[in-house]
Structures are given as structure tokens and as C-alpha cells.
């Protein structure tokens, strides 16, 4: 029924974010057509977190060890809102994108569906 899932990320800075994406992290793309990559992502999962408040949503990406992460981002020039929190379910700190916007980077602690 389902085949993959696409994420779209807005930005004021979208050729920098695709750099980001392309350059830094090495996902692999193709052209969509018009000069328009779309970019591969790695396993994914979805989890849904009851709230009171406005509903949003958030982007995570995941690693086996945030810390090396952080520090190879940052010889790239990537830096992140603070250090690495120790959280209940995982290690988490946030990046800065090159656009200003904010994504997820953590090591989990739970358990997985894409690594069962």
C-alpha cells in the first residue's frame, strides 16, 4: 500500500539546504526534472505524541553516535543550538541549517522498527 514517504523542508535558503543535504551529510539525488533534486533519505520511522497544543511537526535525524556527528558537522562548518542533551529516549541536539531552520539530530535509545 505504502511505498516511502517525502519530506519536504521550506526554506529561505533552499540551495544552501540542498548543499547541506547533498555536500555535508552525502545523500544521494537525482534530478526531478528542471534542475530540481530530490534527495534519498535513510530508513524512516513515524511516531505520533499525544498534545494539548497546536499540532505540529518534527524532523529527526538519526544516528549511532551523535556525538561524532556533531563534531564531524562542525569541521563543515555545522553548528547546533547547544550541546547534547541526555535525554530519556535518546541523545538529541538540534543542527542549524543553513537557512536558519532547525532539524533534529539524536541517538536513540528505544527500540526500532528500521534497525529489528
Known amino acids: 500500500m505504502i511505498t516511502g514517504m517525502h519530506v519536504i ?5 533552499a540551495e544552501s539546504v540542498r548543499q547541506f543535504l547533498g555536500d555535508v551529510l552525502g545523500l544521494r539525488s537525482i534530478d526531478a526534472g528542471g534542475g ?12 505520533v505524541h499525544p498534545t494539548e ?5 518534527e524532523v529527526f535525524l538519526m544516528c549511532d553516535d551523535v556525538n561524532e556527528v556533531v563534531a564531524r558537522l562542525a569541521e563543515r ?15 538529541a541536539t538540534t543542527l542549524l541549517l543553513p537557512g536558519g531552520e532547525r532539524i533534529g539530530l539524536y541517538e536513540p535509545r528505544h527500540a526500532s522498527p528500521s534497525r529489528a
Open 53 to 57: 497544543a497546536e499540532p505540529e511537526h
Open 77 to 91: 562548518g555545522i553548528q547546533t543550538d547547544g550541546p547534547v542533551a541526555d535525554r530519556v529516549w535518546g541523545l
Open 9 to 13: 523542508l521550506y526554506s529561505r535558503q
Open 36 to 47: 530540481w533534486p530530490i534527495f534519498a533519505a535513510p530508513p524512516t520511522e513515524i511516531a
